[in-house]
């Protein structure tokens, strides 16, 4: 599929009509702005996933840099690409999920990252600083790293439960731990579609329409057993008490489950599940790129990427933040998974052409 026809496939799954956004021709010689180290060109506009930035780093980057950041959210990356993927929106930097850092090359819409701007990439350890989505870490910045698997309410099921996607899909534990009605989702389809396969035995990164269908059918069976699907608030819905098990990612579930009242655990389950990193990513058509390459090396410094990982309780790619990160953090096997327990988890790739497919395997599926 050609560049704009999968652009557009994409947001046709959304039901938006993009203009296109392509670069001219100066963009595409590299006629992008140029930026120094600490310089700043207006204030920052920044697209992020929710509970993923502390407020304290951001102050502390405006009083340091004199600029104001105007932070929005979205809950999946399908939902950012659908926004910026028309131009315009005065976005200057994005989080995108590995996948989608693909996709976003392949169709211009975020540029190279200046090196001579952002010095502290020195800092990136070497096990993230050759990403296969992002050879050399040439358009992005790792941000954050984690998994994506189950939160549940012990004190509801007890301890004596499966460690297994079947929580989720399989309508005889549902009803064996009273889970009817009392089940999230993630609103993503990668992800979504991705557990469905895992439990099936599959890779979530199939690009077999007989499998895909069988996820599919997975779901639509799980959908009476919902309560939502969603990809803000799952991990606050189980500590409130409005569902018992959620799909979700694993420093949320940490950070609201020790707010809550009950006894509460987050795990893999054993037939695998989803590793992701999310990079730091300059907009294309950025209003004010310098300012996003200076908030970019500000939070690659060694002691800000230990205080976002204390703070939001996700891995940091940031190998010289590590002597500064809680020990409490570090030797937490959620936040810092063992050896063995990677060896079960995948990537989610950009599957191309197939793409599309996923996004409406789970809109047939949820009806």
Same mark, same amino acid.
């Given at each position: 599929?050609?560049?704009?026809?999968?652009?557009? =496939?994409? /947001?046709?799954?959304?039901?938006?009509?993009?203009?296109?956004?392509?670069?001219?021709?100066?963009?595409?010689?590299?006629?992008?702005? $140029?930026?120094?180290?600490?310089?700043?060109?207006?204030?920052? =506009?920044?697209?992020?996933?929710?509970?993923?930035?502390?407020?304290? /780093?951001?102050?502390?980057?405006?009083?340091?840099?004199?600029?104001?950041? !105007?932070?929005?959210?979205?809950?999946? %990356?399908?939902?950012?690409?659908?926004?910026?993927?028309?131009?315009?929106?005065?976005?200057?930097?994005?989080?995108?999920?590995?996948?989608?850092?693909?996709?976003?090359?392949?169709?211009?819409?975020? $540029?190279?990252?200046?090196?001579?701007?952002?010095? %502290?990439?020195? %800092?990136?350890?070497?096990?993230?600083?050759?990403?296969?989505? *992002?050879?050399?870490?040439?358009?992005?910045?790792?941000?954050?790293?984690?998994?994506?698997?189950?939160?549940?309410?012990?004190?509801?099921?007890?301890?004596?439960?499966?460690?297994?996607?079947?929580?989720?899909?399989?309508?005889?534990?549902?009803?064996?731990?009273?889970?009817?009605?009392?089940?999230?989702?993630? *609103?993503?389809?990668?992800?979504?579609?991705?557990?469905?396969?895992?439990?099936?035995?599959?890779?979530?990164?199939?690009?077999?329409?007989?499998e895909l269908a069988e996820a599919e059918a997975v779901?639509?069976?799980?959908?009476?057993?919902?309560?939502?699907?969603?990809?803000?608030?799952?991990? @606050?819905?189980?500590?409130?008490?409005?569902?018992?098990?959620?799909?979700?990612?694993?420093?949320?579930?940490?950070?609201?489950? @020790?707010?809550? @009242?009950?006894?509460?655990?987050?795990?893999?389950?054993?037939?695998?599940?989803?590793?992701?990193?999310?990079?730091?990513?300059v907009l294309a058509e950025a209003p004010h790129p310098?300012?996003?390459?200076?908030? !970019?090396?500000?939070? /690659?410094?060694?002691? %800000?990427?230990?205080?976002?990982?204390?703070?939001?309780?996700?891995?940091?790619?940031?190998?010289?933040?590590?002597?500064?990160?809680?020990?409490?953090? /570090?030797?937490?096997?959620?936040?810092?998974?063992?050896?063995? =327990?990677?060896?079960?988890?995948?990537?989610?790739?950009?599957?191309?052409?197939?793409?599309?497919?996923?996004?409406?395997?789970?809109?047939?599926?949820?009806?």
């Amino acid at each position: 599929m050609g560049k704009w026809m999968r652009m557009f =496939a994409i /947001l046709g799954i959304l039901g938006i009509v993009a203009a296109g956004c392509g670069s001219d021709d100066e963009e595409a010689a590299g006629g992008f702005k $140029q930026c120094e180290a600490g310089e700043t060109d207006g204030d920052l =506009a920044f697209f992020n996933w929710s509970e993923y930035m502390d407020p304290d /780093l951001i102050t502390a980057f405006q009083d340091e840099f004199g600029v104001t950041v !105007t932070e929005d959210f979205y809950p999946s %990356n399908e939902e950012m690409f659908a926004k910026i993927a028309p131009g315009g929106t005065g976005f200057d930097l994005i989080v995108p999920s590995d996948y989608m850092i693909s996709i976003l090359i392949e169709e211009e819409l975020i $540029q190279p990252v200046q090196a001579a701007a952002v010095p %502290n990439r020195a %800092n990136i350890a070497e096990k993230f600083s050759d990403p296969p989505f *992002d050879p050399g870490n040439t358009y992005t910045s790792p941000y954050q790293w984690g998994t994506t698997g189950i939160g549940i309410d012990l004190g509801v099921t007890g301890t004596d439960i499966p460690h297994s996607w079947s929580l989720l899909f399989d309508a005889d534990v549902a009803e064996q731990y009273g889970l009817d009605g009392r089940i999230s989702l993630l *609103d993503d389809p990668r992800e979504t579609m991705g557990a469905a396969l895992k439990y099936l035995g599959y890779s979530l990164n199939s690009t077999s329409a007989d499998e895909l269908a069988e996820a599919e059918a997975v779901i639509a069976d799980a959908v009476s057993r919902v309560a939502a699907f969603d990809s803000d608030q799952y991990s @606050e819905l189980v500590v409130a008490g409005e569902t018992i098990v959620g799909h979700g990612y694993s420093g949320n579930f940490l950070w609201d489950f @020790e707010e809550g @009242e009950s006894e509460y655990t987050y795990f893999v389950p054993d037939e695998g599940g989803t590793v992701w990193v999310d990079g730091m990513a300059v907009l294309a058509e950025a209003p004010h790129p310098c300012t996003a390459f200076a908030f !970019t090396n500000f939070l /690659l410094d060694a002691q %800000n990427g230990a205080q976002l990982t204390n703070y939001n309780w996700y891995a940091s790619p940031n190998g010289a933040a590590e002597e500064f990160i809680d020990q409490e953090v /570090l030797d937490n096997p959620i936040i810092y998974p063992t050896a063995e =327990a990677m060896k079960r988890l995948e990537f989610i790739e950009d599957t191309g052409e197939f793409e599309i497919e996923y996004t409406d395997a789970l809109t047939r599926a949820r009806g």
